[in-house]
């Protein structure tokens, strides 16, 4: 970070000097907040460049860059608006390192994003965003419409409009799934309580229902994996202790300090030594060791990201049903706290954040297309494409169609609508149904069970009016050590459980952990005068 932060203040006063990043001159109209022109009278069309994630998947004959769906909205925007869109595709897994780089080197595209709100604090302090505050009050009716004044106040930093974040329509994260077969044959209840999961474990683990190589608990080293677990043994504490032992790594809170955590991380050790979860685990960060032993078979019940096994990519459900006959997963809800609540994180009602660096000569550009996309017709066709040809209407709610034109039209929906996580059809039954119509018709009304499930009892990261600069300086690394805090506790012996956490935790706090408490417990006291 400090290398980034470094080769940023070059290049941004190397910019500087240029008269690249200064303010508004005036009021005159077609002036960006960076000083650049984008009236669409102008002759000499405007090339106004954004970012699109590349996850490595485009069919044969197309980018992400160049697609049928990036052509229809040069179409339907750009042509219209005197403008050629370029789209600057970025690595998915490697967003945040390429976009730093971009930053730094003044590369960067018109239309920049990320979900890390860490990220945007770094960039709001180095001078390098421009301020969208009146563009958006000047061109972006639409945009403050559909997002809304709760949403939009994530952009701001100190009261400056930094970034646009889109907004999430469905809040909720996590469901559990277990093999509804194995409980048939066993005879056993679905488990309704985190001391029921462990006895149902058990019974798995002593039965074999998956053969010789039964693994009871589906586990990688990942947060949908331990993050439903662990929330239900977190205790209710005051608010001034929740805001003083949250700690947000990246973009999600950890209750490291909160009353019930070590206790959530011996019981993962019991787990672990007992022989109950996956037990190569600590090598499988992406989860595709646990996708394949569920794809096969071996898994008795594993947490997700809510729908994730019904969807045809991985296609965990559905290759399952073909490897392994009368196979049955069923969404469950099942880990409890003290107070019988199935406590778990939820998400923030903003997702990504959109930023137009401050060296832009096209904010203004930015805004017009963001508040272009801010339509109900237009997200509905980045994300389903055209009616009748890619999806067809269903009680009023878009169902995508199964075709060849279809599948490579929209291989990534959604990643052009950055503006909104989910389209928002007015309800949230709507929005439920609506996310599981793009499913296979089979799974359905499981899915939307899922769905629920990842809504129940979920709760959005406490918010500060301002980021934790202590979080911004030690997150990512704090969250590398969190996760090997997770698995030394996990695999010590259990007569080793109480030193080996206590020595990791110490570990934890001393690499950035006891400033980021400091602060917080500051801030805390600083938001209540």
Aim: with cysteine; hydrophobic share 35%.
């Amino acid at each position: 970070m400090k290398a980034f932060k470094k080769r940023a203040v070059s290049a941004l006063a190397a910019l500087t000097a240029f008269g690249l990043l200064a303010g508004c001159t005036g009021n005159s109209e077609g002036t960006t907040a960076a000083g650049g022109s984008t009236t669409s009278s102008s002759k000499t069309p405007i090339t106004l460049k954004v970012e699109v994630f590349d996850r490595g998947n485009s069919p044969s004959g197309v980018t992400v860059s160049n697609n049928p769906m990036t052509q229809w909205i040069q179409q339907s925007f750009g042509d219209p608006n005197n403008m050629k869109l370029e789209f600057t595709p970025v690595p998915r897994t490697q967003e945040v390192e390429k976009l730093n780089v971009m930053m730094a080197s003044g590369d960067a595209p018109d239309i920049v994003f990320t979900y890390d709100a860490n990220v945007v604090f770094n960039y709001v302090q180095q001078g390098g965003l421009a301020d969208l505050g009146k563009l958006i009050d000047q061109h972006g009716p639409n945009l403050k419409s559909y997002l809304g004044e709760a949403t939009l106040k994530y952009g701001q930093f100190d009261g400056v409009q930094y970034a646009i974040p889109a907004r999430r329509v469905y809040l909720g994260k996590y469901s559990s799934m277990i093999r509804k077969d194995w409980l048939d044959k066993l005879g056993l209840p679905v488990p309704q309580t985190t001391d029921e999961v462990y006895k149902t474990l058990k019974a798995f683990k002593e039965k074999k229902p998956g053969g010789d190589q039964t693994i009871p608990l589906g586990f990688f080293l990942g947060a949908a994996s331990y993050e439903p677990l662990v929330w239900s043994f977190i205790k209710n504490t005051s608010e001034e202790e929740k805001y003083g032992s949250m700690m947000m790594l990246g973009s999600r809170e950890y209750p490291v300090l909160m009353p019930g955590h070590k206790d959530a991380f011996r019981f993962l050790n019991k787990l672990y030594n007992e022989g109950l979860v996956s037990p190569d685990f600590a090598l499988d960060k992406d989860k595709k060791k646990m996708w394949q032993d569920i794809m096969t078979g071996k898994v008795g019940m594993y947490a997700e990201d809510a729908g994730d096994s019904y969807k045809t990519t991985p296609g965990v459900y559905p290759i399952l049903e073909k490897n392994v006959q009368g196979a049955k997963l069923q969404p469950i809800d099942p880990y409890t706290n003290e107070e019988g609540k199935h406590a778990k994180p939820g998400y923030q009602p903003a997702g990504m954040f959109i930023m137009v660096p401050k060296f832009s000569k096209n904010a203004e550009a930015a805004v017009k297309y963001l508040n272009w996309m801010a339509q109900k017709d237009v997200l509905t066709r980045l994300v389903y494409g055209e009616e009748g040809k890619n999806h067809k209407l269903v009680d009023g709610l878009p169902v995508l169609m199964d075709n060849d034109e279809t599948k490579n039209l929209l291989y990534n929906p959604g990643d052009n609508a950055i503006i909104s996580n989910d389209i928002d059809f007015g309800s949230e039954d709507k929005n439920l149904k609506a996310k599981s119509l793009v499913l296979p018709e089979n799974y359905r009304a499981d899915a939307m069970v899922s769905y629920k499930n990842g809504l129940t009892d979920g709760a959005a990261p406490l918010r500060f009016p301002r980021p934790i600069q202590a979080e911004v300086k030690n997150g990512k690394a704090l969250l590398d050590k969190y996760e090997q805090m997770l698995v030394k506790s996990m695999m010590a012996k259990p007569d080793s459980f109480d030193k080996t956490y206590d020595d990791a935790l110490k570990d934890f706090m001393s690499s950035g952990g006891d400033a980021i408490q400091k602060e917080r417990q500051e801030a805390y006291k600083s938001m209540k005068k």
